[in-house]
């Protein structure tokens, strides 16, 4: 039996090489694979990535770096930007306190010399005022007697006709103190005398008590607008002014008031016990409007001097500008010192409103008061004199006269 071997492709045929070499790498091929090294391309493809990652992040973090130092550079720039702004303003401020400072230092230049001129002044004032007081009082050391007691005497005559005609106390006062101010300057002892005289008068003068003029002139004034709205027995043209004002000022009289109706019956007292007392105070009531309508048309009232109630109104009116004449004498007579016109005006005054005058009126009462009261005063009080003081200048006047007549 002849066995047929299968025809082989060449194509597919297995090469045979004849090269170990090839052989060996062939067989070596499977085993080696794994502990050959890699190739370049399959390296580089290996490493990449870990690079990568290694620059971006090194980007990262300088584009952080990057933008903080932006930042830093924006906020120092504000920061200095707003540095700038307060040192302007405070260049401006420094520059205007310099400015108020020159005008402060002007003007208080300005004031040191006002105050230095001042001071001149007033050292020369001063040493004015030394020289006429060293003038003065050379004149009153230098000055000759007979000079001083002219001067003294003529004082002393100006207080005594103070106190004679005008009864001044307070203005002699004053001339006498000028007297023994004078004698005090002089200071010459052959006065000494003298002065102590002038002393007692002004002791004497001192404790005379006085009037208080316009106290009592001011008493008159309201005695005078008393007499001018008191109302008369009659009515006048004083009296209806003020009747058709009164409504004006105050409620008019609406009639008697009704009596009340029931003062102890309750509240809730029942219609009845209303009406039995409302009827229980007609009588009452009746009897008040009965008196008050009779009241209105019969007066009684006492009256002292029956012509009181025959003036007119013309002759009312020349009554009150008669009253007030006589107080402007009393006022003439307090301040001349007249107490015999003083007493009598008032008197007069008193009687006045006495008689033609309603006394049931407050203003009468109160006008008649007052007159009363300013009737009392003593405006004369006794005045001392000044003999006792005119007497020692007459005798510092002989004697000086004598004392010449002996020289010569």
């Given amino acids: 039996m002849t066995e047929k071997t299968p025809a082989t492709d060449p194509a597919a045929a297995p090469v045979v090489s004849n090269n170990p070499t090839s052989a060996d790498m062939k067989s070596a091929g499977p085993k080696n694979a794994a502990s050959s090294p890699p190739s370049p391309r ?10 990568v990652a290694t620059l971006v992040v090194v980007v990262l973090l300088a584009l952080v770096l990057v933008a903080a130092l932006w930042m830093q550079r924006q906020q120092f720039l504000a920061a200095g930007r707003e540095i700038a702004t307060r040192l302007d303003a405070l260049n401006s401020a420094l520059n205007q306190t310099r400015s108020e400072t020159r005008q402060a230092l002007a003007l208080a230049q300005v004031q040191s010399d006002k105050v230095a001129a001042l001071e001149a002044s007033v050292q020369e004032t001063q040493s004015q005022y030394t020289a006429l007081e060293q003038a003065w009082q050379d004149f009153n050391d230098n000055v000759s007697d007979d000079v001083l007691i002219n001067d003294v005497e003529r004082l002393l005559t100006i207080a005594d006709q103070q106190l004679r005609l005008g009864g001044s106390v307070s203005n002699a006062i004053v001339a006498m103190e000028t007297a023994q101010s004078r004698l005090a300057r002089a200071g010459r002892p052959r006065y000494a005398s003298l002065q102590q005289t002038i002393n007692g008068d002004l002791d004497r003068l001192r404790a005379v008590k006085t009037i208080d003029v316009p106290i009592q002139a001011g008493r008159i004034e309201r005695l005078v607008a008393l007499v001018g709205k008191a109302p008369l027995l009659v ?19 609406a009639g008697p008031a009704p009596a009340p109706v029931g003062p102890d019956l309750p509240p809730d007292a029942a219609w009845w016990q209303r009406w039995r007392a409302e009827i229980a105070s007609w009588p009452a009531r009746a009897g008040g409007a009965l008196a008050h309508e009779l009241g209105d048309l019969v007066r009684v009232q006492r009256v002292d001097e029956p012509a009181a109630l025959l003036l007119s109104t013309e002759q009312a009116e020349q009554l009150r500008s008669t009253l007030r004449q006589r107080l402007l004498t009393v006022q003439l007579a307090l301040l001349m010192r007249q107490p015999v016109i003083w007493k009598n005006e008032l008197d007069t005054v008193s009687r006045t409103l006495d008689t033609y005058y309603d006394r049931r009126s407050p203003d009468t009462l109160a006008a008649l008061g007052l007159a009363r009261e300013l009737a ?4 004369a009080t006794p005045m001392p004199d000044l003999s006792d003081s005119l007497s020692a200048i007459a005798a510092l006047r002989a004697d000086g006269s004598g004392t010449v007549k002996g020289r010569d």
Avoid: N
């Fill in 42 to 51: 399959a390296a580089r493809k290996g490493g990449a990535s870990p690079l």
């Fill in 235 to 253: 009515p006048d043209a004083v009296t209806a002014g003020a009747g058709s004002a009164a409504p004006a000022d105050a409620p008019a009289a």
């Fill in 376 to 379: 009392q005063i003593q405006i």
